[in-house]
């Protein structure tokens, strides 16, 4: 039998101030499991429920002044009993951790190549220069990143490329166990597949271990052979892959299947699937998970999702009017091309210029009221789209017509005005909530911006908008701040801001990728609702497609920086005519498909 390679025993993790009287709240609540060499374990829970405090918890990642209790062990060997010297070795040759947030990785002051380089000097110092070079640009091409981009900057790279660069540093050291805490959130499903299938493929060859952290219980499914469910705290279930899928025994785990299913289950053949947990069970669950807040808000009751689902047909089934209806956003021929820095010698034998075209010769119409899918691999250009019709970034030609106005015409007081009418969803809500603000304030910001309201009038709405995004007691919420809430209040929180103006476009880029598929639903039931209260049409950047699918009227498939298939959201899927989007859909894992 082969020895155990890591192992959790009653681990507790407690951050500072979690003591409510004599009462420690602990993050982490006596989780044990063991991992052999070559196995793939799959951790999923809901957002805050303890899977990245455990995976850092495990590299002793966690400050100081963070209560642990219980063993960690490697090999054998006590992971807290490690010497400052013993830890940087294990850290790197021995696990490595791959983060949800590449840029918690990367320096941006270093290139790429000096990332790779860096680290392979600091922990093999016998390699030449050439020698490490070469290993690097070997390990980066395994994650489809060419020898080309070895000289750029983190910040030239797309959110989906950071994170490949981030598991190409995992793997220089051709570790024993890796972490990876989310390592595809932000990248495309066919990326995603070919970078799970060599993680896969490096844990048969190798005798690798794997824990990977996920909200993805399809990919779970597909790349991993137990599955550990995690809820507050503890692991409720764990145990071979098909038994949990097709016979799940706890009833957060029927809830997450359920909430998943029902993002996947579309069309009449999956339909059925989804129907293998009743709408009575799934209340039932509800009730027996009532009494806890964060519970409550996660768990989703049928007839939201059947509700909603109804509200898609309706829209889908409407699509011939609104194709006749006026077009709210024009984009006609545009471009956005990045020129590529050369080093002195390259510039002297090259006559040429060399471009990134980021966005190329791009033409769609997005009708009003309706819901425009923007899927396409990391890296194609979808953000720098985003961007660009938001005018955050001017264009190299071509123009972006808002309500019959040409953004990119403006100056700058006009555009300030009409992005009042435009606003945004980030992927991350960190990236529009300042950790130094409360949640009240941040969300009143943008009317203050635009000179919108007085304080008075300010705060009403605020707490207005609180309540119907479901934050509720508006008044705790309204003065906690962002570090205080969950991952799926966050975006709650995101959204309320994009909100606060009332926009007539919303631009969404990848809004609920971070989120598990029971937070997914709620806030895609809440965009939905929104939608129709606020009379909103969304542009809807996403890599998921069953969550375009689930969402959007018509879905834009983008390539290389050009849109090659634009059609309705069900004419895409059952008759996909581009190469490239037949690749999208096989590689996409179909969570019912593993149940048997």
């Known amino acids: 039998m082969n020895e155990t390679l890591f192992c959790v025993e009653n681990l507790r993790v407690a951050y500072p101030g979690s003591k409510s009287g004599e009462t ?224 799940p025994q706890h009833e957060y785990t029927r809830s997450l299947l359920q909430a998943a299913l029902h993002i996947q289950a579309v069309s009449d053949d999956k339909a059925d699937l989804a129907a293998d947990l009743a709408a009575d069970e799934l209340s039932g669950l509800a009730r027996g998970l009532a009494g806890d807040l964060a519970a409550d808000e996660l768990l989703v009751s049928s007839g939201k999702i059947s509700n909603l689902s109804a509200e898609i047909d309706r829209s889908s089934a409407t699509s011939a009017t609104k194709s006749a209806a006026k077009a709210i956003l024009e984009i006609k021929e545009l471009k956005q091309y990045y020129t590529l820095e050369q080093n002195f010698v390259a510039q002297l034998f090259t006559k040429d210029k060399q471009f990134i075209k980021a966005v190329d010769e791009i033409t769609f119409d997005l009708i009003k009221g309706e819901v425009l899918g923007l899927v396409g691999e990391s890296g194609c250009g979808k953000s720098t789209l985003s961007r660009t019709i938001l005018q955050l970034i001017r264009p190299t030609s071509g123009t972006v017509e808002f309500e019959g106005k040409d953004l990119t015409k403006l100056n700058k007081k006009s555009l300030q005005e009409k992005r009042r009418q435009i606003q945004m969803i980030f992927q991350d809500p960190h990236a529009c909530l300042n950790p130094l603000m409360r949640v009240g304030e941040s969300i009143a910001d943008p009317l203050f911006i635009h000179n919108l309201a007085t304080p008075g009038e300010a705060k009403e709405r605020v707490e207005a908008m609180l309540k119907r995004v479901g934050l509720t007691p508006v008044e705790e919420y309204y003065y906690r701040y962002p570090g205080d809430l969950s991952g799926g209040q966050q975006q709650r929180v995101a959204i309320a801001r994009a909100l606060i103006t009332h926009p007539s476009l919303v631009i969404c880029d990848e809004p609920v990728s971070m989120l598990d598929a029971s937070v997914q639903t709620q806030v895609l039931e809440l965009m939905q609702s929104l939608k129709d209260e606020f009379n909103l049409t969304y542009l809807f950047i996403t890599h998921d497609l069953w969550v375009a699918r689930f969402f959007c009227d018509r879905i834009a498939v983008m390539y290389q920086g050009k849109i090659v298939e634009l059609r309705e959201t069900e004419e895409l899927f059952r008759n996909p005519q581009h190469p490239y989007t037949k690749t999208l859909l096989s590689a996409a894992p179909l969570l019912a498909t593993q149940m048997g």
């Not at 209790?69 to 060997?77: C, Y």
């Not at 390699?127 to 490490?132: G, M, T, Y």
């Not at 493929?201 to 469910?229: F, K, P, Q």
């Open 24 to 247: 420690t709240r602990w993050a982490v609540d006596d989780v044990s499991f063991t991992l052999n060499p070559g196995q793939r374990l799959g951790l999923v829970g809901e957002s805050g429920c303890g899977k990245s405090t455990l995976g850092r918890a495990a590299m002793r990642l966690l400050s100081a002044s963070t209560q642990v209790e219980g063993k960690v062990k490697f090999k054998g060997k006590s992971v807290f009993d490690l010497t400052p010297s013993e830890l940087r070795k294990f850290r790197g040759e021995a696990v490595a951790l791959i983060f949800q947030d590449p840029m918690t990785r990367l320096d941006p002051l270093m290139t790429i190549g000096e990332h790779c380089l860096e680290t392979l000097r600091a922990h093999q110092p016998e390699l030449s220069r050439k020698a490490c070079k070469d290993k690097a640009i070997e390990t980066l091409e395994t994650v489809k990143i060419p020898e080309s981009r070895f000289s750029q900057y983190p910040h030239e790279f797309s959110g989906g490329m950071r994170q490949r660069v981030a598991i190409a540093l995992a793997l220089l050291l051709n570790p024993k166990l890796i972490v990876a805490d989310e390592p595809t959130t932000s990248l495309d499903v066919t990326v995603s597949a070919e970078i799970l299938t060599e993680l896969t493929r490096l844990c048969r060859e190798r005798e690798m271990g794997l824990l990977l952290i996920s909200h993805d219980l399809a990919m779970v499914g597909e790349y991993c052979d137990r599955i550990a469910v995690m809820y507050q705290g503890k692991i409720v279930e764990t145990g071979a892959i098909q038994d949990i899928l097709r016979k």
